[in-house]
């Protein structure tokens, strides 16, 4: 128990660094580039969060099974998104 929890403290500090960084960066030339990708965050996370309390433990391979599913859906659309067109930038 104590490995997991430290596992999911390394994956929250490593997103919250990862965040920082991306905004912190000044290159990105959209200037609402920080607070897309904030509100592109928030859906997963309101049903992330709503999932992980309503969920027991027992339920958590099909849980994470979902995740893994959205992730590849993810990946599809933006697979899909610059196979149509391959110029477009953020």
Known sequence: VSTSKMGMLYGIGGMIALIAAYWADTTYTYADGPWLVAASMAPGAILGLVSAYAVGMTGLPEMVGAYN??????????????????????
């Open 69 to 90: 599913g959205f992730g590849g859906l993810a990946a599809a659309l933006t697979g899909i998104g610059t196979y149509l067109d391959p110029q477009a930038t953020l």
